[in-house]
C-alpha cells in the first residue's frame, strides 16, 4: 500500500512507520518502568508483564474483541506485579533476582495456559485487531502521512509520555514517588509512605507492561505464540535507562531503538545482501554503547534497588 | 549489595530449602488439579521421568546437570561478589560457539589435548563475552544486570548466525554445525550418555569452595559482596576489580558448560543448545545458598525437575514449560526465607528494609 507509489519518499515513510510500531511496546513498558525506577525499584518482571498482557489480551480478544483484551491484559500485568510488589516492597527480598523470577513463573504459565486453551499443536491462533486509525490531514503529507496511521493503542503509548511526565514532575504525588527513590529515609521522616508509594508504582508499572503485551498483539501480530515478547520487557529496562529515568528521555531511546531494529527492513529493500542475524544484535548491541555514553552524565535514583 | 547471604549454613536454610522445593511442587499439583489435570498422575510421571531407571537417572537427569552445576558455580562466584550476572546464558553460547569452531579443525589430534582445547576454547569464549559487561562497569559505569541481559541477544543472534553462516553443516541444509572431530569428544561413562564432564564439574566444585573458605582471595570476594564500602574503606580491597574478576570468572564457567555440551553432548552446534541453562542455574545458586558443594545438589535437584517434566509431557500430556513455575516458586520462597532470616538476626528500624 505504502510501497505503491514509488519512490524515496515512500520507502523512508515506511521505514518511519517500522520504527514508530517496533517501538511502541517498548515505550508503553518503558512508561512504566521509568515511574517503576523513579520510585527506587528495579522491576526484572517486565518482561513476564508484557508476556502475561500478551497471552490475556489474545484471550480477552477472543472473547470480547480487542478493548476487552486491552483490559485484560492491563489486569494481568498488574496481578503479576502485584505478585512482585508483594515479595519485594512488603517480604524484603531482592528486586533483581525476583523481578527474574517473576518472569520465569510468567513463562512457564503463559506457555501452560495457552496450551491449556489452545491445545498443544500450536494452531495459529487468529484474533481481531485494532484497525489503523488516520490522524486527519496530515496522515497525507509525505513521510510523516504513514507514521499517522497507527491502531489506538499506539497513540495510547505516546499520549501516556506527557501525562506520566506531568504526574512526576509537576505534582504533589510525583514529588513524593521520586522522593522514595531518591532518598527513602528522608522521604519516609517527611511522612511519605515510601512502601505504598513503591506499591502503587510497580503496579501501574505492570499495567503498562500489560498493556505494552496486548499492542504487541491486538494492534501488530494478531496472534500469541509462547515466549513471543522476546526479550522486549529487558529492552524496556535499558531504554529507561537510556532515557535517563525521563518520559520524553524513554520516548527518544524508544524511537532511536525502533530505528535501530528498522533498519533491517531498509536494507532488505535496497537489495544489500546482509545477515539478517546483524540487524538482530544491531539495537542491543549500539543500546549498550549509548548507556555507555549516557551514564556517565546521569545517575540513576539514588536508591535504585537497594530493596 | 548485601541481599544475598552468603553465611554458614545452618538448618534453618535447609528447612526454608526444602520448604522451598516442596512449595514449588505443591504450587505445580494444585494448578494442575484446578486444570483439570490428574496431579498425582503428572507427579508420577515427574518422578519417573527423572528417577525411573538408572538410565533415565544417569544419561537424562545427571547428564543435564552437568551445565546447571557448572554455570551456578559461576553465578555463584559473580553473586558473593555483588556482581548480578544474568547473562549466562549468552556466555554458554559464545563458549558453545568458539568451542564448535575450535572442535572442527582440531582433525589429526589425540584425544586427551583435543579435548582440553575444546573446553579451553570454551572457556574463553565465555571470558571474553563477560569481560564486556565487566568492562563497561569498571569504565562507565554500566549496570551489569543490563549489559549481560543485553549481551545474551547478541549472543542468540550470533549463534544464528554461526549456524546459518559460517559454521553451517557443509550442505548448507540445516541451521546447525557439522559435528567436531570424534577426538574431541568426551568420553563416555560406559553404559550411560553421562560425559566426563560431571566429574570436572564436581572437581570444580571443590575448588570454587577451597576458594571461598581458605584463601585471602576468598575472603576479598566475601568482603566485597556482603559490604563493599567496608572493604573499599579497609584500603586492601581493590572493590572494583575483584568484582570484575568475579564476573568474567563467572563467564568463563559459563563458557565452560558451553563447550562442555557440545563436546559432550550435542557434537555441533545447534540455536537452540541451551533450554534456559543460564537463568535455571540462577535457582541453582540461589537454592545453595551459594555454596559450592550444595550446587552439586541442586543441580541434580534442578535437573531431575527439567527432565522430569519431559516425561510429564509425554506420559501425562501436562506442558512441560510449567515447570518454570515450580523453578520461579523455589526462588522467591528461598529469597522471602533469606529475607526474614536477616531480618531476625539484624533488627532495622520500621521501614528502613523497604
Known amino acids: ?307 | 549489595m548485601t541481599m544475598l547471604s552468603v553465611t554458614r549454613r545452618g538448618l534453618g536454610d535447609w528447612v526454608a530449602s526444602l520448604a522451598a522445593v516442596l512449595a514449588g511442587l505443591a504450587i505445580l499439583a494444585l494448578g494442575l488439579s484446578v486444570a483439570g489435570y490428574d496431579a498425582a498422575g503428572a507427579l508420577a510421571a515427574l518422578w519417573h521421568g527423572a528417577f525411573g531407571s538408572w538410565y533415565a537417572f544417569t544419561s537424562a537427569t545427571l547428564v543435564r546437570a552437568i551445565p546447571l552445576i557448572t554455570i551456578g558455580l559461576g553465578i555463584a562466584l559473580a553473586f558473593r561478589a555483588g556482581a548480578l550476572n544474568i547473562g549466562a546464558e549468552g556466555q554458554f553460547y559464545a563458549g558453545a560457539i568458539l568451542a564448535t569452531w575450535t572442535g572442527l579443525h582440531l582433525q589429526g589430534w589425540p584425544r586427551f589435548p583435543a579435548v582440553v582445547m575444546v573446553l579451553l576454547a570454551g572457556v574463553v569464549g565465555g571470558g571474553l563475552w563477560s569481560l564486556v559487561p565487566a568492562w563497561l562497569k569498571r569504565r562507565y559505569g554500566v549496570l551489569e544486570v543490563i549489559s549481560t541481559l543485553m549481551l545474551n541477544f547478541v549472543a542468540e543472534a550470533l549463534t544464528s548466525l554461526m549456524v546459518q553462516g559460517p559454521l553451517q553443516e557443509a550442505r548448507g541444509v540445516y541451521p546447525q554445525s557439522d559435528s567436531i572431530v570424534a577426538a574431541a569428544r568426551l568420553p563416555l561413562i560406559p553404559g550411560t550418555r553421562l560425559h566426563w564432564g560431571f566429574a570436572l564439574s564436581l572437581f570444580l566444585a571443590a575448588l570454587l569452595w577451597f576458594l571461598f573458605r581458605r584463601t585471602l582471595w576468598g575472603f576479598q570476594l566475601r568482603a566485597t559482596g556482603t559490604n563493599p564500602r567496608a572493604a573499599r574503606v579497609s584500603g586492601r580491597i581493590n572493590v572494583g576489580a575483584v568484582a570484575a574478576a568475579a564476573l568474567i570468572g563467572s563467564g568463563m564457567l559459563a563458557g565452560l558448560a558451553g563447550s562442555m555440551e557440545v563436546s559432550g553432548v550435542s557434537y555441533a552446534l545447534f540455536q537452540s543448545l541451551s533450554p534456559g541453562y543460564g537463568f535455571t542455574a540462577i535457582a541453582v545458586a540461589l537454592l545453595a545458598r551459594l555454596d559450592p558443594r550444595v550446587i552439586v545438589l541442586t543441580g541434580v535437584l534442578f535437573a531431575a525437575l527439567e527432565t522430569g517434566a519431559a516425561g510429564m509431557q509425554r506420559d501425562a500430556g501436562v506442558p512441560a514449560v510449567v515447570v518454570y513455575v515450580v523453578e520461579a516458586v523455589i526462588i522467591l520462597v528461598v529469597l522471602v526465607a533469606d529475607a526474614g532470616a536477616r531480618r531476625r538476626a539484624a533488627p532495622v528500624p520500621e521501614g528502613a528494609a523497604a
Open chain 1, 1 to 307: 500500500m505504502m510501497l505503491a507509489e514509488p519512490g524515496v519518499l515512500a520507502l523512508v515513510g515506511s521505514f518511519a512507520a517500522a520504527a514508530v510500531r517496533i517501538s511502541s511496546p517498548l515505550l508503553i513498558a518503558a512508561i512504566g518502568e521509568t515511574v517503576v525506577e523513579r520510585s527506587g525499584v528495579i522491576n526484572l518482571g517486565l518482561e513476564g508483564a508484557m508476556l502475561a498482557g500478551a497471552l490475556a489480551a489474545a484471550i480477552g480478544g477472543s472473547i470480547e474483541g480487542p478493548w476487552f483484551g486491552l483490559v485484560l491484559a492491563a489486569g494481568a500485568g498488574l496481578a503479576l506485579m502485584a505478585l512482585f510488589a508483594g515479595v519485594t516492597i512488603w517480604l524484603g527480598a531482592d528486586q533483581i533476582i525476583a523481578g527474574t523470577a517473576v518472569t520465569l513463573a510468567a513463562i512457564g504459565l503463559t506457555g501452560g495456559l495457552y496450551r491449556l486453551i489452545y491445545g498443544a499443536g500450536g494452531v495459529g491462533l487468529s484474533l481481531p485487531t485494532f484497525s489503523a486509525v488516520s490522524v486527519p490531514v496530515l496522515s497525507r503529507v509525505p513521510v510523516l502521512g504513514p507514521i499517522l496511521q497507527q491502531p489506538v493503542p499506539v497513540y495510547l503509548g505516546f499520549l501516556s509520555v506527557p501525562l506520566v511526565w506531568l504526574f512526576l514532575f509537576r505534582s504533589r504525588f510525583g514529588l513524593a514517588l521520586r522522593a522514595a527513590g531518591e532518598a527513602p529515609d528522608a522521604a519516609r521522616t517527611a511522612g511519605v509512605p515510601v512502601r505504598w508509594y513503591r506499591t502503587a508504582a510497580i503496579l501501574f508499572g505492570g499495567a503498562m507492561g500489560g498493556l505494552a503485551g496486548a499492542t504487541l498483539v491486538l494492534a501488530q501480530v494478531g496472534t500469541f505464540a509462547e515466549r513471543m515478547t522476546a526479550g522486549r520487557g529487558f529492552v524496556a529496562i535499558a531504554i529507561v535507562v537510556l532515557g535517563r529515568w525521563h518520559p520524553f528521555g524513554a520516548l527518544a531511546a524508544a524511537l532511536l531503538f525502533g530505528l535501530l531494529t528498522a533498519l533491517q527492513f531498509l536494507f532488505q529493500a535496497s537489495g544489500i545482501a546482509i545477515p539478517y542475524q546483524w540487524f538482530l544484535m544491531l539495537p542491543y548491541a549500539l543500546t549498550l554503547l549509548a548507556l555507555a555514553l549516557v551514564r556517565r552524565r546521569v545517575a540513576a535514583p539514588a536508591a535504585l534497588a537497594k530493596g
